[in-house]
Structures are given as structure tokens and as C-alpha cells.
């Protein structure tokens, strides 16, 4: 079992950044891919970012790229995803989910087995 638990959401206006934490506990991210997602209202989960916690490649919708970039520290084990030049399309709740899905990237829902409860992120224009 993980327990996954995101931090750093908050209301930012556009153009600003905001670096949000995803921490793991219950065993490490070793043998997991980790992804960001994000539900809009009224709108399905989307893929934002994932990367793969042994060797680190890691993968990004289009519209993020250039923008936000998803990391991991290995000691804390914790995901980041830095996200800059935020725009208010860009406001959602977030969740951080690992994958043990050897399919990569790991894009869909249910390619994960666990989630995280979200955290919220408000860009105002």
C-alpha cells in the first residue's frame, strides 16, 4: 500500500508559478512511475506529466511543455512538478498517482494504482 499526499496548491495570478509536492509513504517510489493529472470542473482527468523513478525519464502533455517540469528527490522521497508561466486554463485540483504499469508513458487513469486526494490550484488572469 502507498499513501500518497500532495502539497502546494494555492491561488496564483497568470504568469506566475507555483511548485507542488507529491510525498509517498508506506514504501518508496522505487519500482513506480509517478504522474501528475488534473480534473477541471466538468471536465475528465488529464495527464500532465509523469516521470519514471529509476532513471528518471519522464514525459509531458503538449500544452505543459516548456512550462512545467516534473522532478523527484530520490532522499525525500518526493515528486515535484514545477509549474511556471501559469495560465488561468491551467486551474484544476492535481493529483500525483503511482504507476506500476511498465507501459510508458503511463497516460491514462488506469494505468495507476494509487492516488493521491488532490490539491487545488487557482490561476486568476
Known amino acids: 500500500q502507498v499513501l500518497l499526499v500532495e502539497s502546494g496548491g494555492g491561488l496564483v495570478q497568470a504568469g506566475g508559478s507555483l511548485r507542488l509536492s507529491c510525498g509517498a509513504s508506506?514504501?518508496?517510489?522505487?519500482?513506480?512511475?509517478v504522474g501528475w493529472f488534473r480534473q477541471a470542473p466538468g471536465k475528465e482527468r488529464e495527464f500532465v506529466a509523469a516521470?519514471?523513478?529509476?532513471?528518471?525519464?519522464?514525459a509531458y502533455t503538449d500544452s505543459v511543455k516548456g512550462r512545467i517540469t516534473i522532478s523527484r528527490d530520490n532522499a525525500k522521497n518526493t515528486v515535484y512538478l514545477q509549474m511556471n508561466s501559469l495560465k488561468p486554463e491551467d486551474t484544476a485540483v492535481y493529483y500525483c498517482?503511482?504507476?506500476?504499469?511498465?507501459?510508458?508513458?503511463?497516460?491514462?487513469?488506469?494505468?495507476?494504482?494509487?492516488w493521491g486526494q488532490g490539491t487545488q490550484v487557482t490561476v486568476s488572469s
Open positions: 508506506g514504501r518508496t517510489f522505487s519500482d513506480y512511475a
Open positions: 516521470i519514471i523513478w529509476k532513471g528518471g525519464s519522464t
Open positions: 498517482a503511482a504507476s506500476r504499469d511498465y507501459t510508458w508513458p503511463p497516460v491514462t487513469p488506469v494505468k495507476y494504482d494509487y
